[in-house]
């Protein structure tokens, strides 16, 4: 039996009001009470809200609407489809893969699932040391509450995969702390795609979730839009100026859309969100745009397991480990969370390193690969200050980030951890993933290796799927881009939701951070229009 | 071009730092150059999007070597076609990365002193492009490791991309919804 198209569903039945801007034959002059610029997390989540609450909504995505009944579970076209930059986004001097979705839905159409609330001792940071009021544990739980039962995020029901399993196994041998990772999915299939697009509709993504419910509150969704520029006098904005883009999302056809609102949130995550205000030279006093942008540095470590471990199949991320994340404190050296990736043959094949003859070696046996990686919790600490969002001549944002000797000792210890995860959990050997690492077959072997390597960028493979920060909230206005409601201090009519805001990375898988966060944000927004203010 | 070019790098501290000094400038100059000279045609190869038939010459003398030990060789229009499908992907900042990258391999001035192919890549050994791989990872010049990169992801994702490929790294392909 096929599975309903919820989507299209929708597009045919329900009368809702979308556009694709790729086929605009003339410009287009919009308005709306608020423009919304990105569709994912935090923006569809504010639009959800808003609509409900009466608001007339205008939804922008710069990426392709892609439903259930395109997602065919093959790399090649998810990658060139749904990721930013076709998968090339990496950051300035290339030496740090970055994922981030671009896509109707943002980068929860491509997510693994994992859905956390942010942690206490992140929310305790931000409020000792960045200035943010009002956002506790105590006043955030009732909103990430009400976005678990939203968006079905329940601890994973199901036995682990094998590659999932080899982390709690290998925890659980050495007494460290493993759990359950909650997820967003309901009636999942345990397919293994989630970073493809969910041909089922199980994942909770803001496509089968609050954009349809935004379009059923008369709200309107524009896609293959690329918002360019806003319009100010360095009080308030008076107008957002798009462009329309080709259906691969890489060209601009020529076509303009301009659009007028009464608000306009900025949701395009990190990079994006910072890159727009970049290039409508938003009032930035004190210098504070674009700079402190986190990434969750990643790094990796391979082992090989005599059993096959099949890394291509199951729900991709169902166990963690925090055993590393805050034991030396908040802020002392560099904590990590340690989860496990899903391995699709061309994504293992970059991963895996080297060339030639070792490269095929390598992927023939796939089957019983098992990868580990580690989330490096970056800002925390004076040396680990982010990068920072600048444009290219072309004024297509890039993240320039440095990775400081503070986190290579993270990554240093991050690749002991694993292997000792993986031994233990019955590798016969384990490689950390370093162009100069080779696969070795016992523990003392791998921890002298590690000691000994040369870690620099490019010899270490490091990626991020998590971009964070770079228009900071926080009541100072000299340390941050936009107030603890997201207001931005210095434009008027002009809030931002989404994980831009966050003056650290989270220590966590950030979606449940940004969905909580903006709905927080936008029941606080909704209110204050409505008086007028 | 009349630029004059370190020729034979030593492996002296000095003659490393001059080394990079040279080939910063080459590669600074590379696509500007290509572009006055001519040396470079921007113009797509028949029947492809984005790769040009001095991109095609290089790639079809890396294969073998990147892709050694697989059945790429034998499935080598497939494969060439799906990376420059992944190439109509790309934002046009890096696709102009990847061209000029391409230009700098494919132009003789810059080619020679930074690879040590000194001849045309058709005649290339594996042995040279092996070097050459091995030289470009292991540079202190962040261009040629980022290039190094590059390369290899883009032959490797594109290969692997492609059913042709599964049956050797023991992937059934996605299940039937």
Known sequence: MPVPDLFRDGLDNRGWKTRDASRLDQDLHLAADIAIIGSGAGGATSAELLSAAGFKVLLIEEGPLKTSSDFHMLEDQAYASLYQEGIGRMSKDGAITILQGRAVGGTTLINWTSSFRTPEPTLEHWAREHGVKGLGSAELAPWFARLEQRLGIEPWIMPPNANNEALRRGCEALGYNWKVIPRNVRGCWNLGYCGMGCPVNAKQSMLVTSIPATLEHGGELLYLARAERLEHNGEQISGLHCVAMDSRCVEPTGRQIKVKARHYILAGGGINSPGLLLRSDAPDPHERLGKRTFLHLVNFSAGLFKDQVNPFYGAPQSIYSDHFQWRDGVSGPMGY????PPLHPALASTLLGSFGKENALRMEQLPHTHVMLALLRDGFHPDSAGGEVQLRSDGAPVLDYQVSPYAWDGVRRAFQSMAEIQFAAGADSVMPVHSDARHVKNLT???????????ELFRTRLGSAHVMGGCAMGEDPRQAVCDSLGRHHQLGN????DGSLFPTSIGANPQLSVYGLSALLSDALATRLVAGR | MTTSLPVHPALSRRGLLKFSLGASALLATAGLGASLSGCSVQTPAS???????????????LIPVVLAGTQAADKRDALLLRLDNKLTALSPAMLKLTHQLFDVLAMAVTRGPL????GSWDSASSAQIEAFLQRWQDSSLNLLRMGHASLLQLLHMAWYELPDAWAHCGYPGPPKV
């Open chain 1, 445 to 455: 072997e791998a921890r002298q290796m590690i000691d000994g390597l040369n870690l």
């Open chain 1, 337 to 340: 969370k340690l989860e496990v």
């Open chain 1, 494 to 497: 002009l809030s931002i939701h």
């Open chain 2, 47 to 61: 029947g492809f999007i984005c790769l040009r038939a001095n991109d095609l010459l290089i790639l079809q003398a």
């Open chain 2, 115 to 118: 690879t040590g192919i000194w």
